[in-house]
């Protein structure tokens, strides 16, 4: 997936990252050995490209990465 040219992030005052620009989400997961030692990342999911979402940072989205408007 080739990344958007034009996007800009928007840090909200007390809510969360408002996205614009269509730019690839991916979750990344540690990768560990057999000794639980981490020694790279892994790409996991990918979710749908949209032109404009919000990221969660509270951590208490039931909906993560995205922002479901509760705190």
């Given at each position: 997936m080739e990344p958007a040219d034009d996007f800009n992030i928007k840090v909200s005052k007390n809510g969360p990252y408002i996205v614009f620009g269509k730019i690839p989400i991916i979750e990344y997961v540690i990768n560990c050995d057999c000794k639980g030692i981490p020694i790279?990342?892994?790409?996991?999911?990918?979710?749908?490209?949209?032109?404009?979402?919000?990221?969660?940072?509270?951590?208490?989205?039931?909906?993560?990465?995205?922002?479901?408007?509760?705190?």
């Open positions: 790279d990342w892994v790409s996991g999911k990918e979710y749908t490209v949209n032109e404009k979402c919000s990221l969660c940072r509270c951590g208490q989205s039931k909906n993560k990465p995205f922002c479901d408007g509760n705190k």
